[in-house]
């Protein structure tokens, strides 16, 4: 996919910081509103609605203005969440330099740092990296939800999945505790054994989390599995119109087994802290994120 022409402005903001609804809890921060990589997937797009845009999702991007951050001790202990909603390394991030600024205002906080991108750019602020790493909790996350790159440049604008793996190592090997996300899994195409095996020797933390079609884009990625994948298409008139959770209880079942074979620590809904032995990473099942939004890394589950 090419890289969409933006449309920018700023945005003066009362504060960055807002509380969190993800599974882990703490604050969600999001220096920017829209995201370059355009995803066809992105549940993030409902924003727009609150922002007044009317513009195509990936087409434009707000630069937030926020007051400094004048006591960023308040966090200590806290977990916060940068990208939840606009990856913080997004191509413009190069110019605006406002995840940057962010992680400088919280540099000496104390708090528990989770970064999530799609983009290798956070090398750039690998000197500041190792330094909050030395003074806090940090983690870097990258979404890897396939490892065909025809695939990738089918769904998203971001940078190619090599380019993320060859960050993810980058980083691992300084030291600094890191994810690999897989997601979101597309039913008959993502293949998360393979994508593990990619992984495990650089990560501390496999995330798993399906692909949830709600809203606008839905019928879009429907529409794309009829047109390029016509024989998934019955998988996915079952999964997401008939809500049969067969196919995502086997990849469950398929996770779990994956992790004993590989000596591997297989958890529900919870993320624990410690870094792991190169190679056995954490293995966390995140599906039915709709069940596990806002359960704080309790292991629990909202039935």
């Known amino acids: ?29 999001n220096p920017y509103v829209g995201c370059p990589h355009a995803c066809k997937y992105c549940y993030a797009s409902f924003m727009k609605r609150f922002t007044g845009h009317t513009e195509d999702w990936g087409t434009f991007m707000d630069v937030k203005d926020w007051p400094v951050i004048a006591n960023p001790k308040k966090y200590a202990g806290q977990k916060i969440i940068i990208g939840t909603v606009t990856d913080g390394y997004n191509p413009l991030e190069e110019r605006y330099r406002k995840t940057r600024q962010l992680l400088t205002e919280l540099k000496d906080s104390g708090a528990d740092i989770l970064i999530c991108t799609k983009s290798d750019l956070v090398l750039r602020d690998m000197d500041l990296l190792m330094e909050i790493n030395r003074k806090n909790r940090l983690t870097v996350s990258w979404s890897v939800n396939t490892l065909d790159e025809e695939f990738k440049n089918d769904m998203d604008a971001a940078v190619s999945i090599e380019r993320r793996l060859a960050a993810m190592k980058q980083v691992y090997d300084a030291g600094i505790r890191t994810v690999c996300f897989i997601s ?35 019928a879009d990625i429907m529409k794309y599995i009829a047109e390029k994948h016509p024989e998934l298409f019955p998988l996915y008139e079952m999964i997401y119109n008939k809500k049969n959770r067969s196919y995502f209880r086997m990849l469950e079942q ?14 529900d809904n919870e993320t624990p802290y410690e870094r792991v032995p190169q190679g056995h990473p954490t293995i966390v099942d995140y599906f039915y994120h709709e069940e596990v939004r806002g359960t704080g890394n309790s292991g629990k589950r909202n039935k």
């Not at 807002?18 to 921060?29: A, E």
């Not at 054994?193 to 884009?217: S, V």
């Not at 398929?254 to 958890?267: D, I, S």
Request: aromatic content about 8%; some cysteine.
């Open 1 to 29: 996919m090419e890289q969409p022409i933006i449309k920018v402005d700023h945005v003066t903001t009362k504060g960055v910081m807002t509380k969190s609804n993800t599974p882990l809890g703490g604050y969600s921060v």
């Open 254 to 267: 398929k996770a779990e087994e994956m992790a004993r074979v590989n000596n591997c620590q297989f958890v």
């Open 184 to 218: 979101p899994v597309f039913p008959g195409l993502t293949d998360i054994e393979a994508i593990f095996h990619r992984a495990k020797d650089q990560c501390d933390l496999i995330w798993l989390e399906n692909l949830n079609l709600r809203g606008g884009f839905k």
